[in-house]
């Protein structure tokens, strides 16, 4: 394993995420302030866009696999067929999907769906206009991101990826202060981020992957029917997913009383959640291109090693804001919504984390279904635990009195029995090791958990939390120790020379 390249490369990806994180977290408000009452239309806009990504990961998401594997086997021949022939079958996805997005668009004031008033139509047809177009020009364009994965240069990619974050956020702020506010300006200018890293993404394959190009001759109709063949289970995976995490906004608002309340109150319980998985998602995609080089290259041993230095990285790094929300989490919500309960927000919180105290450790073990090409039982499983997830919360909420509670609930307790009985020992099966090889994992993210959770709840008791200085404080003092606890107890010396390295590398940055 390339301790200096994955470090490099979960240096560059963090940044990234930061920076995109960030300017999220402080955009939605500034434009509701903007332009009032709009900001929820993108959302919308976002939610038509997921649910034909679903459809177009079938073909996309075993590229990257196919590619890397053949590149690193020497088989270049065959990396150009799979890259073309995902290239020009984006293409004609891209097409079919054009069809019903101009239907979408011009006649939106028609669809009594979307109930778009009459004096921000023109804005919103702009907007759904220009989400739309990056839309297509995101899957025609995705192919080129695989030559920073597959030659393990994802700092490439996540560098130019945030450098697209700060374009989007310089074009709004100047559009908006010289200009009128509008809420398309917001589609335009994640078409605009987009373009940019399209742009270097693709002169990063011709730098990387010299002899992979785009070429009429390599496309082959087999090619694409093997990878939507496989593909199509992780689009079950996504759909399951969203059965688990996507409809419960959708469904509190439609089913409870008090439905926009609700709604909100959920929704605000489950951004720090949604930021943590994101991040963990990041730290996760480090992994990727070194799990599947390694798969390449035969050596099963060294596979696993990978795997189980990925399980305590994700340890190290994903324990201490899962424990700080849980022994902080209400202070926290007492100072972010002083109008909301911040008891209600924490137990919403901690329910729709739950499921992180388990997966956190084992979340790189998705990845190997891929690389193995056993995506069927797992896209099945995640599938049935969504329809069950989806099932128990109407249940709960027909014959129990926890109101909004029922949604997190059922995901969490669903969650936990599949990373418990299902995902571990199915990815050993995967690899042909010990059914039980990853519980331990499993034990050594809880012991962190609960040993910071521990530390966090007596800083409390010593230092009560009723400000934002003095939340900034505890953070400042109790993250670094737990840091220094997890990088000795939790990490290896493998691990430890890994992280040094990424703190090293950070460094020189900066000077």
Same mark, same amino acid.
């Given at each position: 394993?390339?301790?200096?390249?994955?470090?490099?490369?979960?240096?560059?990806?963090?940044?990234?995420?930061?920076?995109?994180?960030?300017?999220?977290?402080?955009?939605?408000?500034?434009?509701?302030?903007?332009?009032?009452?709009?900001?929820?239309?993108?959302?919308?806009?976002?939610?038509?866009?997921?649910?034909?990504?679903?459809?177009?990961? %079938?073909?996309?998401?075993?590229?990257?696999?196919?590619?890397?594997?053949?590149?690193?086997?020497?088989?270049?021949?065959?990396?150009?067929?799979?890259?073309?022939?995902?290239?020009?079958?984006?293409?004609?996805? $891209?097409?079919?999907?054009?069809?019903?997005?101009?239907?979408?668009?011009?006649?939106?004031?028609?669809?009594?769906?979307?109930?778009?008033?009459?004096?921000?139509?023109?804005?919103?047809?702009?907007?759904?206009?220009?989400?739309?177009?990056?839309?297509?020009?995101?899957?025609?364009?995705?192919?080129?991101?695989?030559?920073?994965? %597959?030659?393990?240069?994802?700092?490439?990619?996540?560098?130019?990826?945030?450098?697209?974050?700060?374009?989007?956020?310089?074009?709004?702020?100047?559009?908006?202060?010289?200009?009128?506010?509008?809420?398309?300006?917001?589609?335009?200018?994640?078409?605009?981020?987009?373009?940019?890293?399209?742009?270097?993404?693709?002169?990063?394959?011709?730098?990387?992957?010299?002899?992979?190009?785009?070429?009429?001759?390599?496309?082959?109709?087999?090619?694409?029917?093997?990878?939507?063949?496989?593909?199509?289970?992780?689009?079950?995976?996504?759909?399951?997913?969203?059965?688990?995490?996507?409809?419960?906004?959708?469904?509190?608002?439609?089913?409870?009383?008090?439905?926009?309340?609700?709604?909100?109150?959920?929704?605000? $319980?489950?951004?720090?959640?949604?930021?943590?998985?994101?991040?963990?998602?990041?730290?996760?995609?480090?992994?990727?291109?070194?799990?599947?080089?390694?798969?390449?290259?035969?050596?099963?041993?060294?596979?696993?090693?990978?795997?189980?230095? @990925?399980?305590?990285?994700?340890?190290?790094?994903?324990?201490?804001?899962?424990?700080?929300?849980?022994?902080?989490?209400?202070?926290?919500?007492?100072?972010?919504?002083?109008?909301?309960?911040?008891?209600?927000?924490?137990?919403?919180?901690?329910? %729709?984390?739950?499921?992180?105290?388990?997966?956190?450790?084992?979340?790189?073990?998705?990845?190997?279904?891929?690389?193995?090409?056993?995506?069927?039982?797992?896209?099945?499983?995640?599938?049935?635990?969504?329809? @069950?997830?989806?099932?128990?919360?109407?249940?709960?909420?027909?014959?129990?009195?926890?109101?909004?509670?029922?949604?997190?609930?059922?995901?969490?307790?669903?969650?936990?029995?599949?990373?418990?009985?299902?995902?571990?020992?199915?990815?050993?099966?995967?690899?042909?090791?010990?059914?039980?090889?990853?519980?331990?994992?499993?034990?050594?993210?809880?012991?962190?958990?609960?040993?910071?959770?521990?530390?966090?709840?007596?800083?409390?008791?010593?230092?009560?939390?009723?400000?934002?200085? %003095?939340?900034?404080?505890?953070?400042?003092?109790?993250?670094?120790?737990?840091?220094?606890?997890?990088?000795?107890?939790?990490?290896?010396?493998?691990?430890?020379?890994?992280?040094?390295?990424?703190?090293?590398?950070?460094?020189?940055?900066?000077?």
């Amino acid at each position: 394993m390339d301790k200096k390249r994955l470090a490099v490369n979960m240096a560059a990806q963090i940044l990234a995420f930061a920076v995109n994180m960030g300017i999220s977290f402080c955009l939605a408000p500034i434009i509701e302030s903007q332009v009032e009452n709009t900001y929820g239309f993108v959302a919308l806009a976002n939610q038509f866009v997921l649910y034909a990504q679903i459809v177009v990961s %079938a073909l996309n998401t075993m590229a990257s696999r196919f590619v890397t594997i053949h590149i690193h086997q020497g088989e270049e021949k065959k990396a150009g067929e799979y890259f073309s022939s995902v290239f020009f079958g984006n293409v004609m996805m $891209a097409g079919i999907f054009l069809i019903p997005a101009l239907i979408i668009v011009l006649f939106m004031g028609q669809m009594p769906f979307l109930n778009v008033p009459a004096d921000v139509l023109r804005d919103v047809q702009l907007l759904w206009a220009f989400v739309f177009a990056n839309f297509f020009l995101s899957i025609i364009t995705s192919v080129y991101g695989v030559s920073t994965y %597959a030659t393990n240069r994802l700092d490439l990619t996540s560098i130019r990826t945030m450098y697209g974050d700060i374009l989007r956020i310089a074009f709004l702020f100047v559009t908006f202060a010289f200009w009128r506010p509008a809420i398309w300006l917001v589609g335009a200018a994640s078409l605009l981020a987009t373009a940019y890293t399209a742009f270097w993404n693709r002169r990063f394959t011709h730098q990387l992957l010299p002899g992979v190009r785009v070429r009429r001759s390599d496309f082959q109709w087999k090619k694409v029917r093997e990878l939507i063949s496989l593909g199509a289970w992780n689009s079950l995976t996504r759909l399951g997913q969203q059965l688990l995490d996507g409809v419960d906004l959708l469904l509190s608002g439609a089913l409870i009383l008090d439905g926009s309340a609700s709604m909100t109150l959920l929704s605000l $319980a489950k951004m720090v959640p949604s930021a943590i998985s994101s991040l963990m998602g990041t730290v996760v995609g480090v992994f990727n291109p070194q799990i599947t080089i390694a798969y390449a290259e035969g050596n099963r041993e060294n596979l696993v090693k990978i795997i189980k230095s @990925c399980n305590r990285i994700l340890i190290f790094i994903m324990s201490i804001p899962i424990a700080f929300l849980t022994a902080y989490g209400e202070d926290f919500y007492a100072l972010w919504q002083p109008t909301k309960d911040p008891a209600a927000l924490q137990r919403l919180s901690l329910l %729709a984390v739950g499921v992180l105290y388990v997966s956190m450790s084992i979340q790189v073990l998705y990845h190997v279904f891929i690389i193995t090409k056993k995506v069927k039982w797992n896209s099945i499983v995640i599938l049935a635990s969504g329809v @069950c997830s989806s099932v128990m919360s109407l249940v709960l909420l027909t014959h129990t009195e926890l109101g909004v509670a029922s949604f997190p609930l059922s995901s969490m307790i669903v969650g936990l029995v599949r990373n418990l009985v299902f995902t571990p020992v199915y990815a050993a099966r995967c690899l042909e090791v010990r059914w039980s090889r990853f519980y331990g994992d499993i034990a050594l993210g809880l012991l962190s958990i609960g040993t910071i959770t521990a530390l966090g709840l007596l800083s409390r008791a010593v230092y009560p939390v009723d400000s934002w200085p %003095a939340l900034i404080v505890t953070g400042a003092v109790c993250g670094p120790l737990a840091l220094v606890l997890n990088f000795f107890i939790i990490l290896r010396k493998q691990e430890r020379a890994m992280v040094t390295d990424m703190v090293r590398s950070r460094l020189k940055r900066e000077a």
